[in-house]
């Protein structure tokens, strides 16, 4: 997507440990008019899937979850990352270890939100090795629902997670792809 990708090369800051920060635009302060525009493309890139329900995880991953539920005229879920005071069988849970903050973080989900013929579309901002959106995939796993694809922002193709999205026969559209961040700046796949 190249209005993605142009403000990425405008905004974006590349950090140490192959971490792209893009705080003026998605992670901190967010620009509504480019998440409308990144929830369309969702929409578009999803249209033959019978997509009933977005799923997410809190809190990057909200803004361009909504705009594609929005888009696309399905609720939007999102993971929680604190642990639920209860743990029962009412709450689907899964470990996830942040690729930023080096923790594992328990994301749960209330089962109410999710039946068995719910057909899912998981959203999230970024794609490194893929821990946040297994988590997603081992919620929709213990409510039975069907997982029609992957939607990502950003992936860091160089990392493992999207070869192992794709390995599964998961379906994975992103909207920018980043092929490396040699000499500090962003080098996207297909760019010579
Ligand atoms: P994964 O679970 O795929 O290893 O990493 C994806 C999660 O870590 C995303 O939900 C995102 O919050 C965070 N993340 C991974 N890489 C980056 C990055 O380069 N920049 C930012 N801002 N977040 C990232």
């Not at 809190?59 to 705009?67: C, D, F, L, Q, T």
């Not at 057909?119 to 901002?125: A, E, Q, W």
């Not at 700046?185 to 297909?190: E, I, K, L, Q, S």
């Amino acid at each position: 997507m190249k209005l993605l990708e142009d403000r990425i090369r405008q905004d974006g800051v590349v950090l140490p440990g192959n971490v792209l920060k893009v705080n003026q635009f998605l992670n901190h302060q967010i620009d509504p008019q480019l998440m409308y525009e990144i929830g369309q493309e969702f929409a578009r890139l999803f249209k033959e899937r019978p997509v009933t329900k977005i799923l997410t995880v809190e809190a990057s991953g909200i803004a361009p979850a909504i705009m594609a539920g929005l888009v696309m005229n399905v609720p939007v879920l999102f993971a929680r990352k604190k642990k639920p005071s209860t743990l029962d069988d009412r709450t689907y849970t899964a470990e996830v270890y942040s690729y930023t903050k080096k923790v594992t973080n328990t994301i749960s989900v209330d089962s109410k939100f999710l039946s068995k013929n719910d057909h899912v579309l998981i959203i999230d901002d970024f794609l490194a090795n893929g821990q946040a959106v297994k988590g997603m995939l081992e919620i929709c796993k213990q409510a039975d629902v069907k997982v029609e694809g992957v939607g990502i922002v950003v992936e860091k193709s160089f990392q493992e997670g999207a070869g192992w999205i794709k390995g599964q026969g998961i379906r994975l559209e992103s909207l920018a792809r980043i092929s490396s961040f040699e000499n500090d700046t962003v080098h996207f796949v297909g760019e010579e």
